[in-house]
């Protein structure tokens, strides 16, 4: 079932349900007026009557006397029921009711009389009930009433039609333009289009939210072609100088034992910067597939963990890094995490002067590296994260210039934030803060031989 013809039909009943009701509401009002008109006319005629004046000289067309037996003492033409025997001992209240007198319908009231009423200028020897009726046809004033309820109802019905046909069509005119519009932008794929933003409306709301969502994929767009640039200019100078060397190993016979060790090196390094390159590459793209299971951390294990590897790392260019870490829980993936304080700690081993030490801070969810390096150029700090970013000095340097964006972008997907600024007494300073968490009993106030280990 398409939108319109659910438009259309859900108007339709609206109207017939408002059409019905007002309908069923005017039946029921026209019935109650007509009966309290009847009986108001007959409680008239009974104080008369009740009051002396002649019986059968009311407005009444049929009325009568019966006593506490239930027989007739005056009048006739009624029937006298249990309930108008009741009346008459005063075993029950006065009543309206609607009976049928030799086929025609009457309303009639019944009222007790006590002994001594004047009937006619007689009084009652003993108690017993007053019955009048008048003539008045409710069932066909009604059927009329019904009748004509039922014409209007069916006008309301056909007319509901058109006007939920006419709804749907205007109000679909603009849903429709917009639905051309998108088929267009899937054909064309042309996400640097927009649409007219609109009113204040919903569809306004639906055309400001498309263009939102075509800005966000035209950048994001713009951020695959240039991970694709930057990626190809990156692998461009190894895979250069791997050609280079291959050609080389063509003649290999030519070269001495010595030129083919070094040559042989210098393959095995340009693959390390391929795998680098790659191994990179394939952590950007996990980390924009969204994040992975996060788990309770010890940050500061952690970092005491990645410490001693760069530690391992910083022997052959004497930098040593020097841990300062207060106990602290941190919710976060933990390969993620992990690679993004390794990148930090070897960033700042890249950049140490040898024999310079490497401090670290880790307390409160906050991981600070400071190294003793010539620190970074004003003018590279805003760009210090992103992907492929390499300062002129950093070009001599090994890298592919993602290790800097994958710490960013982990951190962003933990809730966290990283900094990078230059340290007043010299050097660079990373400043990495995660959200924490309270972390359990047992192991929050654990002493330092316990710390150690996180089982």
Same mark, same amino acid.
């Given at each position: 079932?398409? &939108?319109?013809?659910?438009?259309?039909?859900?108007?339709?009943?609206?109207? /017939?349900?408002?059409?019905?009701?007002?309908?069923?509401?005017?039946? *029921?009002?026209?019935?109650?007026?007509?009966?309290?008109?009847?009986?108001?006319?007959?409680?008239?005629?009974?104080?008369?009557?009740?009051?002396?004046?002649?019986?059968?000289?009311?407005?009444?067309?049929?009325?009568?006397?019966?006593?506490?037996?239930?027989?007739?003492?005056?009048?006739?033409?009624? =029937?006298?029921?249990?309930?108008?025997?009741?009346?008459?001992?005063?075993?029950?209240?006065? &009543? &309206?009711?609607?009976?049928?007198?030799?086929?025609?319908?009457?309303?009639?009231?019944?009222?007790?009389?006590?002994?001594?009423?004047?009937?006619?200028?007689?009084?009652?020897?003993?108690?017993?009930?007053?019955?009048?009726?008048?003539? %008045?046809?409710?069932?066909?004033?009604?059927?009329?009433?019904?009748?004509?309820?039922?014409?209007?109802?069916? /006008?309301?019905?056909?007319?509901?039609?058109?006007?939920?046909?006419?709804?749907?069509?205007?109000?679909?005119?603009?849903?429709? +333009?917009?639905?051309?519009?998108?088929?267009?932008?899937?054909?064309?794929?042309?996400?640097? !289009?927009?649409?007219?933003?609109?009113?204040?409306?919903? $569809?306004?709301? $639906?055309?400001?939210?498309?263009?939102?969502? *075509?800005?966000?994929?035209? +950048?994001?767009?713009?951020?695959? +072609?240039?991970?694709?640039?930057?990626?190809?200019?990156?692998?461009?100078?190894?895979?250069?100088?791997?050609?280079?060397?291959?050609?080389?190993?063509?003649?290999?016979?030519?070269?001495?034992?010595?030129?083919?060790?070094?040559?042989?090196?210098?393959?095995?390094?340009?693959?390390?910067?391929?795998?680098?390159?790659?191994?990179?590459?394939?952590?950007?793209? !996990?980390?924009?597939?969204?994040?992975?299971?996060?788990?309770?951390?010890?940050?500061?294990?952690? /970092?005491?963990?990645?410490?001693?590897?760069?530690?391992?790392?910083?022997?052959?260019?004497?930098?040593?890094?020097?841990?300062?870490?207060?106990?602290?829980?941190?919710?976060?993936? @933990?390969?993620?995490?992990?690679?993004?304080?390794?990148?930090?700690?070897?960033?700042?081993?890249?950049?140490?002067?040898?024999?310079?030490?490497?401090? /670290?801070?880790?307390?409160?969810?906050?991981?600070?590296?400071?190294?003793?390096? =010539?620190?970074?150029?004003?003018? @590279?700090?805003?760009?210090?994260?992103?992907?492929?970013?390499?300062?002129?000095?950093?070009?001599?340097?090994?890298?592919?210039?993602?290790?800097?964006?994958?710490?960013?972008?982990?951190?962003?997907?933990?809730?966290? +934030? %990283?900094?990078?600024?230059?340290?007043?007494?010299?050097?660079?300073?990373?400043?990495?803060?995660?959200?924490?968490?309270?972390?359990?009993?047992?192991?929050?106030?654990?002493? =330092? @031989?316990?710390?150690?280990?996180?089982?």
């Amino acid at each position: 079932m398409t &939108f319109r013809t659910r438009l259309v039909l859900a108007t339709t009943v609206a109207v /017939v349900v408002a059409v019905l009701a007002a309908s069923l509401g005017s039946f *029921l009002v026209a019935r109650h007026t007509l009966l309290q008109a009847a009986d108001s006319s007959l409680t008239t005629a009974a104080q008369r009557i009740l009051a002396g004046e002649e019986f059968g000289s009311t407005t009444a067309t049929v009325g009568q006397v019966i006593d506490d037996t239930g027989g007739v003492v005056s009048g006739g033409g009624l =029937p006298v029921t249990g309930q108008v025997r009741l009346v008459a001992v005063d075993l029950a209240p006065s &009543f &309206f009711t609607t009976v049928t007198v030799d086929g025609n319908e009457m309303r009639e009231y019944v009222e007790h009389l006590p002994a001594g009423t004047l009937i006619n200028g007689e009084p009652l020897a003993v108690g017993g009930a007053l019955q009048i009726a008048t003539l %008045v046809d409710v069932n066909t004033e009604l059927k009329k009433l019904a009748a004509l309820l039922g014409a209007v109802a069916l /006008v309301g019905v056909l007319l509901a039609v058109a006007l939920g046909w006419l709804v749907a069509r205007t109000a679909l005119v603009p849903l429709n +333009s917009l639905t051309d519009t998108v088929e267009d932008l899937a054909e064309t794929t042309d996400v640097s !289009r927009r649409l007219e933003p609109g009113g204040f409306d919903e $569809l306004g709301r $639906l055309r400001r939210t498309f263009n939102r969502l *075509l800005s966000a994929l035209e +950048s994001s767009r713009r951020a695959q +072609s240039q991970l694709v640039l930057d990626a190809s200019h990156e692998l461009r100078t190894p895979l250069t100088s791997l050609r280079t060397n291959l050609e080389v190993i063509r003649r290999m016979e030519e070269l001495s034992a010595e030129d083919r060790s070094v040559l042989v090196d210098d393959v095995l390094v340009q693959l390390q910067e391929l795998t680098d390159i790659v191994g990179d590459l394939a952590e950007l793209a !996990r980390g924009d597939r969204g994040p992975a299971a996060r788990e309770a951390l010890r940050l500061d294990l952690l /970092v005491q963990d990645e410490v001693a590897v760069q530690n391992t790392h910083g022997r052959s260019k004497d930098v040593r890094f020097d841990l300062d870490a207060e106990p602290c829980w941190v919710v976060a993936s @933990d390969d993620g995490l992990r690679r993004a304080v390794g990148n930090l700690l070897d960033n700042a081993r890249k950049w140490s002067p040898s024999g310079e030490p490497v401090s /670290v801070e880790c307390r409160g969810g906050t991981v600070v590296v400071r190294d003793h390096g =010539p620190g970074i150029a004003e003018t @590279d700090l805003p760009h210090i994260f992103d992907r492929f970013f390499r300062s002129p000095e950093a070009r001599g340097l090994p890298g592919s210039g993602l290790g800097l964006a994958i710490v960013a972008q982990v951190v962003k997907a933990e809730g966290g +934030s %990283v900094v990078a600024e230059n340290d007043p007494v010299g050097g660079a300073r990373m400043t990495m803060r995660l959200p924490t968490i309270t972390g359990p009993d047992r192991l929050a106030t654990a002493g =330092p @031989d316990e710390a150690a280990d996180p089982a």
